[in-house]
């Protein structure tokens, strides 16, 4: 049986690492990209993923489910080019604990009503292949040494285990050159998208806030 998607870009950079400006970013090259923010359309990321399901409308992934399960999306669709974002660790872990994880923390068994509703199940997806026991993090996101050096280790598992021809190792500060290059595009006539920020993280989560059940 054929696949029902062609996934051609495989990100395997955690979030928090630019992942959604490079998505604004792969998306003005053409691409149509899967990110966390997309789980809620397909919740159903635990066990075993259904790749022809979730990947059914695209063309490239990035951030949650595609950076833990790099190597099976290697697997699954063999000619994919893999792009690794990545950043200064200390950084990275503020950046997702005063975000993300926050939120997280913030929701955990609420339901969420209203506005709101269409969150619950991105939000049970993402607790169970994210940030619970049964996610990457293992429950463990408040041990941060070890969740630095998990961070160090999957950067270094992914060098070691993608062929250098098939690798892109990029931070978003780098802009459209190297990106480009990579996947054989035209630099775009606009700046690099920058999105997604921490205050603007942090904006929206006290928005969320305000609207949650007291």
């Given at each position: ?189 606009e700046p690099f998208p ?21």
């Open positions: 049986m054929a696949n029902s998607s062609r996934l051609e870009v495989i990100g395997a950079g955690f979030c928090r690492t630019g992942t959604l400006s490079t998505k604004t970013a792969l998306d003005k090259l053409g691409y149509n990209t899967h990110h966390m923010v997309e789980v809620g359309k397909n919740p159903d990321v635990q066990g075993k993923p259904n790749w022809d399901k979730i990947f059914e409308d695209y063309t490239a992934s990035v951030d949650c489910p595609s950076f833990w399960w790099y190597k099976d999306l290697m697997k699954k669709y063999p000619d994919a080019k893999v792009l690794l974002t990545v950043r200064d660790p200390e950084k990275w872990y503020k950046s997702c604990y005063d975000t993300v994880y926050k939120f997280s923390m913030m929701t955990k068994g609420l339901k969420l009503e209203g506005e709101l509703e269409k969150m619950n199940d991105m939000i049970a997806a993402i607790d169970a292949t994210v940030w619970g026991p049964t996610g990457c993090f293992q429950g463990r996101f408040e041990d941060k040494e070890w969740v630095i050096e998990l961070f160090k280790s999957h950067i270094e598992e992914v060098k070691r285990v993608v062929p250098a021809n098939k690798l892109l190792v990029f931070e978003v500060k780098e802009g459209w050159e190297p990106l480009c290059k990579f996947l054989g595009k035209p630099v775009p006539d920058h999105v997604n920020d921490t205050a603007e993280m942090q904006a929206r989560m006290e928005k969320y806030k305000a609207m949650l059940p007291k």
